[in-house]
């Protein structure tokens, strides 16, 4: 029986705020929302912004900012702190909690040439070894331990600097927002916090008990698919560890093994969901998120997996990830973006619109995110009254055949794109394909990509007889936050599903004169298609490498159809009733999470398992707190060919 992976769950954090719940979506098209959607967002935003803190005994809002504090209702937060949570989300200036791109720290080489001699005292234990043939080393008579150092030849010399950093502008995630404030992060590089805080969002989002899911499967049928392109390259990571000996310091026992890029599939693991399943960690620069997705939907389509948690934790925004891109010509520097605007050298850019897909642009602005989602067979998912927000049917990845540049695009894109319309078409028609369907463009913002990725879509839309078939670009409000990035265009797309609102374009005034789109629609504003009812989307990535990958995403109204095919109304209504509580215990996490209590899972040293307690027969192994064995009955596809 083919199971139909269906996404149950998805949590997480971006530019634009908390991801469950669709909160980060409605961030991007708030413009288009009613008023109690509208608020909801903000006040969660403010929320975690730390501008204010619910109350619980008065049931209002406490804000302590500039004086001694005052309990506020809901309207007084949203006229005082509104234009905060909207200033302080998306795309814009780096803030200084990273680091100062006004004033960057950098060492500048400066040789020195001694007129005469430079003469210095330091402790004989801190001389360099070997000693430089140069240096005249004298003890101090009466200063045991300390020496005097003349020389009197060149000396160069590394000295402490500033400067500023061409890139200025990045997606960051809201103002105030601390991942590492809502657990014990100690030690964690800001990646692992990222997949500490987006997993268990993503777990609450669910409304049904993990130990509920664990047991309605056996336990190798549960897989965690996560990964990063950058690894973790901050302090606490491979970046800590890789500069020790240059900073004359120690490397620690935490920063080579926390710094590898499966570690978020392994903190997930360990300590959000306490998993003895299967585990994988896929890289595939910036199609990382999909190729993971294609490995969880082979494997719940096979049966291999009933469950399977799929994301990615990135947190790219050091000046070192900077300076690399930037080196490359891939952000979009201050400079260029003046140009562009035609401001003058010394005007400040508009670092809100960075990021212009499909527009006259000079480069992708980086990003960080955390984005995890939730999927189950079909059958699991009804059984357990889970709330389906669409199905993830097909993934297909291309590389690009030989190649002059790794960055340069080639034949792998059309490939997995035309793939992936032409699955849709099979299923369900090629009307609903025409009619019905979108894109979330991968939309990098660069010159190259406005063409070439136009290009496809416009070339396909033709071959599959599609007209103003809408193109939207999330990157636009978040960034490019690499691994994650194709899983910020599936967030984007079920809050698509749910609202009938495709984002629009809005950092551009006009569709660049080069970009294809003959058949497209490229909407500069939210394009409204509730009474259209968009049912297909093709999520596509292109990454450097040739990393080509393209996904078709169901919307729920189309998986309930075929729901209620293959199982029958009655069947199907007894689900539904069984979703209600299921959507309940979902509300009540949103409600506290608006109000930033986030219930974030961090079980470290929680239920681990004895193995001297395992129990091992021939057929099966029995887990210490799992309700179902691992079965040991494994058919072998080889046995024909002893036949």
Request: net charge negative; proline share 5%; aromatic share 8%.
């Amino acid at each position: 029986m083919v199971r139909l992976p269906v996404i149950v769950g998805f949590g997480g954090f971006s530019a634009a705020g908390r991801s469950s719940a669709h909160h980060a979506y409605r961030r991007t098209v708030i413009e288009s929302l009613d008023a109690p959607a509208r608020n909801e967002t903000l006040l969660g935003l403010i929320a975690m912004m730390k501008l204010v803190r619910f109350d619980a005994t008065s049931g209002r809002w406490f804000d302590e900012q500039g004086g001694a504090g005052e309990l506020l209702d809901d309207a007084a937060v949203l006229a005082k702190y509104t234009d905060n949570a909207l200033a302080g989300t998306l795309i814009r200036k780096l803030e200084r909690r990273y680091f100062d791109v006004d004033a960057t720290e950098w060492h500048k080489n400066v040789p020195l040439s001694p007129e005469g001699e430079v003469s210095f005292v330091t402790r004989e234990r801190d001389l360099p070894e070997p000693l430089p043939a140069s240096w005249q080393v004298t003890p101090i008579a009466d200063e045991p331990g300390r020496v005097r150092v003349r020389i009197t030849e060149m000396l160069e010399a590394k000295i402490d600097s500033l400067r500023e950093m061409p890139v200025k502008a990045a997606g960051q995630l809201p103002s105030g927002y601390d991942p590492a404030d809502h657990y014990n992060a100690r030690f964690h590089p800001r990646a692992l916090q990222f997949a500490i805080v987006g997993a268990s969002d993503a777990v609450h989002s669910l409304g049904i008990d993990w130990a509920d899911v664990v047991n309605a499967v056996k336990p190798d049928e549960i897989g965690v698919y996560a990964s990063n392109a950058m690894s973790q390259l901050d302090e606490n990571g491979f970046g800590g560890m890789m500069q020790q000996r240059l900073k004359g310091g120690r490397v620690s026992a935490k920063q080579c093994p926390l710094g590898l890029n499966t570690m978020p599939a392994d903190f997930v693991n360990a300590y959000v969901l306490g998993s003895v399943g299967h585990t994988g960690a896929i890289v595939g620069a910036c199609a990382t998120f999909l190729y993971n997705l294609q490995a969880a939907v082979n494997d719940i389509t096979a049966g291999r997996r009933r469950v399977a948690v799929v994301g990615n934790a990135e947190a790219p925004l050091l000046p070192e990830v900077m300076d690399g891109y930037g080196a490359m010509g891939a952000l979009a520097s201050d400079e260029n973006l003046r140009k562009l605007d035609g401001l003058a050298a010394d005007a400040e850019p508009d670092h809100r619109r960075a990021s212009r897909p499909f527009g006259d642009n000079a480069g992708f602005t980086i990003a960080e995110s955390t984005q995890y989602v939730i999927l189950m067979d079909d059958a699991l998912a009804m059984s357990l009254g889970a709330d389906i927000h669409g199905a993830a049917t097909d993934v297909f990845v291309n590389a690009d055949g030989f190649k002059k540049s790794i960055s340069a695009p080639g034949p792998g894109n059309y490939i997995t794109m035309a793939k992936a319309v032409a699955s849709a078409v099979d299923l369900l028609g090629a009307e609903c394909v025409q009619k019905r369907s979108f894109i979330q463009a991968h939309g990098s913002s660069t010159p190259a990509n406005r063409v070439t990725e136009s290009e496809i879509f416009d070339r396909l839309a033709g071959v599959f007889g599609i007209e103003n078939w809408p193109v939207t670009a999330v990157k636009a409000y978040v960034g490019h936050s690499l691994a994650p990035a194709s899983a910020d265009q599936l967030i984007s797309t079920l809050g698509v599903f749910k609202y009938g609102f495709i984002p629009g374009i809005k950092t551009i005034a006009r569709v660049a004169d080069d970009v294809h789109a003959a058949h497209l629609q490229i909407p500069l504003a939210d394009l409204d298609c509730r009474e259209q009812c968009m049912d297909v989307a093709f999520l596509n990535s292109k990454g450097f490498g040739g990393n080509n990958a393209t996904a078709t995403v169901l919307s729920p109204r189309i998986v309930e159809t075929l729901l209620k095919n293959r199982y029958g109304q009655a069947e199907f209504d007894a689900y539904v009733e069984r979703r209600q509580g299921t959507r309940e215990k979902v509300a009540a996490y949103d409600l506290r999470a608006t109000r930033a209590q986030f219930d974030t899972i961090y079980k470290f040293g929680e239920g681990m398992i004895d193995e001297a307690a395992l129990e091992i027969s021939g057929s099966q192994i029995k887990v210490p707190g799992f309700a179902q064995p691992v079965e040991l009955v494994v058919p072998s596809p080889y046995k024909s060919f002893l036949k």
